[in-house]
């Protein structure tokens, strides 16, 4: 794999930080959450000695080789910052369709995705720290009329979307990401045209929005009358010297839209793959113009260092001060208590446990083909950044800060962890399906989540926990007691903690603190979807072979029971079609793209409207059941076993209508 340009030990200016003027501004305290101390600003002294360059690049080379070879990851980027310098910044791999076109680390620009959240949270904070915004008035007071919740949504204040407890669900399918620049919207019209449903009380639990964070970049935009992304321009990215990050897409240049990314960018614009029949498929461009302030940022390793070292510095970095000491400590104070391990989002930094006991804080960022994280650990004057321009990256990026703290700071650390007799005599505590709150709550988008937002829990006899999602297993072993219900992975510092009441755990907050999973009732189970998907295609299909079969001579079944012949014929055609659709979507859902840009697309709405029209047949079986049963006036045609037969089939078929209903799989016109 080509190797592009790289600067193992390049430098740049150190800047001094006014730490005394800092600490003495810190006793004019922010709104934290109550039971939530303040954290204060460290000064800055290295408590450990600093990563040899030499050590640090092989290490990372030999890593990123291997995983970027198992994860099929076609071009990364990796910068890293320690006592004010860059030690290493380097490309891997290709970024262009021509794979001869190396990544180059201070030209090459790779979507950050979520990253660029953290630019949100900076400008809403300097709004905060001068007092045009405060943390506990709802959000609708900074925004403009036509895009202000409703208001049934009027208890979301602005710290709600710092920790992501605004109570949204999470909408995505069809308009967060778009292949075409002519689907891109202005923000105000995207917030006002996907508002999703308020599905649970504000403050309630964290669960990730982009719709939130959305909601925030229109907040900074409309109290300064700029547009987003000139306020970052003009207010991070341009006095820090990031001439190579924008949140400006290439597209043409339209009306009532911000302007469009500069000429001089566009060629060294990274492009994104995704591994298809054994090889590197180029994706789509993905434009999330329309949600900027959530995920639409592109930047350079080179660029991605200086925006470290300020966050290193608390705001200031090379003479520059990008914001003060309140948000300072913000991005290090968790706006409400968890548990040990669990992020408690540091006024919407993410907040990370490393190895060797190191905290860190920064944010992840994924796209459909891009993956990056990004973690500056203040203790050891470390920040790494990482991209990655290939559908596999997310595992890559999730680790390697973690594997670095861990090779340089925690080699003592014992792998893999042992499971307890503990745990297994407890299996039955936590043994069940779990149902992520990041989700759509309604309509089709609902029913796919149902179906794909669930997490399977397993307790092995050898004592430890499995957790199951999306095909992949991950391990994890006590971390105290039984009733406490803490885990930490058998391979890595991650944590997990369950809520457990009255001996029965209900649900799990994971460490990312992105989601609760909630345990899934009977109906919210995938498996009882497909029980009663299998058993409506077993009735359908004996329902239609039935027909040829049934003796022609009787005729003396009366006028309901025929009509109820019929309809139960026609259900088991429209049945069967739902089912061969359902079953094309399932089979095109491992493409990203396909299910992203064409939704809800021909199949699923086809399928779904089978499905309704026989979910409203049934009620015609239903309303006939007592004149099936009663037969004709003088000789009763249908058998006791046929009259079984069809009221068996009338309580699967309503049984199977009942639980798409509820889900949302009756729903063609809903996206």
């Known amino acids: 794999m080509a190797r592009a340009q790289t ?3 390049a430098t740049l200016p150190r800047a001094p930080t006014p730490y005394a003027q800092l600490q003495t501004a810190l006793v004019s305290r922010g709104p934290v959450a109550p039971g939530v101390a303040p954290v204060p600003l460290p000064p800055r002294v290295a408590v450990q000695p600093a990563i040899d360059p030499v050590r640090l690049e092989a290490f990372v080379d030999g890593w990123m080789s291997d995983a970027m070879s198992r994860e099929h990851v076609p071009g990364a980027v990796v910068s890293i910052v320690q006592n004010g310098q860059i030690v290493l910044k380097k490309g891997y791999g290709f970024a262009g369709l021509d794979p001869r076109r190396s990544v180059d680390p201070d030209r ?79 923000l105000d019209l995207y917030l006002r045209q996907e508002r ?109 260092s200086r925006y470290m070292l300020m966050l290193l510095g608390n705001g200031t970095w090379n003479g520059v001060t990008t914001y003060g000491p309140q948000a300072a400590r913000a991005f290090r104070t968790p706006l409400r208590r968890t548990p040990p391990g669990i992020n408690g989002w540091a006024h919407g930094f993410m907040t990370f446990d490393l190895p060797g006991g190191y905290r860190g804080f920064g944010h992840g960022g994924d796209t459909i083909a891009f993956h990056s ?26 680790r390697l800060p973690a594997e670095i703290v861990k090779r340089f700071y925690a080699q003592g650390t014992a792998y893999p962890r042992s499971g307890s007799r503990e745990l297994a005599a407890a299996a039955r505590v936590f ?66 903690v369950f809520q457990v009441s009255e001996g029965y755990a209900t649900a799990i907050q994971t460490a990312s603190n992105t989601e609760l999973l909630r345990r899934a009732p009977i109906t919210d189970r995938l498996t009882t979807l497909i029980v009663l998907a299998t058993l409506t295609g077993v009735a359908s299909v004996a329902t239609l072979i039935g027909l040829p079969l049934r003796n022609r001579r009787d005729l003396r079944q009366n006028q309901i029971q025929a009509r109820a012949s019929l309809v139960q014929a026609m259900q088991a055609g429209l049945w069967l079609a739902a089912l061969l659709f359902f079953g094309v979507f399932a089979a095109s859902a491992s493409d990203a793209q396909a299910i992203i840009y064409n939704w809800p697309g021909v199949p699923l709405v086809t399928a779904s409207a089978c499905a309704l029209v026989a979910a409203v047949l049934t009620l015609l079986t239903i309303a006939a059941l007592p004149a099936v049963w009663q037969g004709g006036r003088r000789v009763d045609s249908w058998s006791g076993l ?29 996206r």
Do not use: C
Request: avoid cysteine; hydrophobic fraction near 40%.
């Open 7 to 9: 600067e193992p030990t």
């Open 373 to 398: 994280n990004l973690v500056v650990v203040p203790n050891l004057e470390l920040g790494v950044f990482v991209s990655t321009n290939g559908q596999g990256g997310d595992t890559l990026a999730d």
């Open 196 to 304: 999703p449903d308020q599905v649970r009380s504000a403050g309630a639990i964290a669960s990730y929005s982009n719709y939130g964070a959305a909601l925030a970049g229109q907040a900074v935009a409309f109290v300064s009358g700029k547009t987003f992304e000139s306020r970052v321009e003009t207010e991070i990215t341009a006095p820090l010297g990031m001439t190579r990050t924008t949140f400006r897409e290439p597209r043409a240049e339209r009306r009532g839209l911000p302007g469009a990314m500069r000429a001089g960018l566009r060629p060294d614009v990274a492009t994104g793959y995704g591994w298809r029949d054994a090889r590197y498929s180029p994706n789509a461009y993905e434009y999330i113009g329309q949600a900027a302030p959530a995920g639409s940022a592109s930047s350079t390793a080179g660029d991605m």
């Open 108 to 186: 090459t620009l790779f979507r950050i995705g979520s990253i660029s959240k953290t630019f949100t949270w900076i400008l809403l904070m300097k709004e905060v720290e001068a007092r045009r915004i405060r943390l506990d008035r709802s959000i609708n007071l900074y925004l403009p009329e036509k895009v202000r919740l409703p208001s049934a949504s009027r208890d979301v204040m602005v710290r709600h979307l710092l920790d992501h407890s605004a109570g949204f669900e999470d909408r995505a399918l069809g308009q967060l990401f778009e292949n075409e620049p002519r689907r891109v919207r202005p």
């Open 431 to 496: 043994d069940g399906t779990y149902m992520s709150t990041r989700r759509a709550y309604s309509g089709l988008e609902g029913f796919v989540g149902r179906l794909a937002g669930g997490v399977d829990v397993k307790v092995t006899s050898g004592g430890r926990l499995i957790l199951s999602r999306g095909g992949q297993d991950r391990a994890y072993v006590l971390d105290g007691p039984v009733e406490q219900g803490r885990f930490i992975s058998a391979i890595d510092n991650q944590r997990i």
């Open 642 to 670: 046929r009259k079984l037969f069809f009221s068996t089939t009338v309580l699967i078929y309503a049984s199977f209508s009942l639980l798409l209903a509820a889900s949302g799989g009756l729903e063609p016109w809903s």
